[in-house]
């Protein structure tokens, strides 16, 4: 029923920055947790951060922390990830995921590409 399409992503130099969008649609963005996720060529789907529907929570992966930052704007029906100081192993296709559980995701996005340079 809830239909999630991420965007912003693209290329960028090591040390840029990109903020991605995630828009969601099809019933109220009412879950109680929003997440985005990355999955790099070859490597498995990795945690990047998540926020709980207050926006009161939020958790990040070791690797972003400082980093990037994760927000929701409940009213825009819209997930944000804010990227800085980005490195070439940040390149990934990242996923915007919602559900009831911090650890289980009942929707997805198809991703948006995100490529660092060096």
């Known amino acids: 029923q809830v239909q999630l399409v991420e965007s912003g992503g693209g290329l960028v130099q090591a040390g840029g920055s990109l903020r991605l969008s995630c828009a969601a649609s099809g019933r109220t963005f009412s879950s109680n947790y929003m997440a985005w996720f990355r999955q790099a060529p070859g490597k498995e789907r990795e945690f990047v951060a998540s926020i709980t529907r207050m926006g009161n929570a939020v958790r990040y992966a070791d690797s972003v922390k400082g980093r990037f930052t994760i927000f929701r704007v409940n009213a825009l029906n819209t997930l944000y990830l804010r990227m800085n100081s980005l490195k070439p192993e940040d390149t990934a296709v990242y996923y915007c995921?919602?559900?009831?559980?911090?650890?289980?995701?009942?929707?997805w996005g198809q991703g948006t590409q995100v490529t660092v340079s060096s």
């Open positions: 995921a919602e559900g009831n559980s911090p650890t289980e995701y009942t929707y």
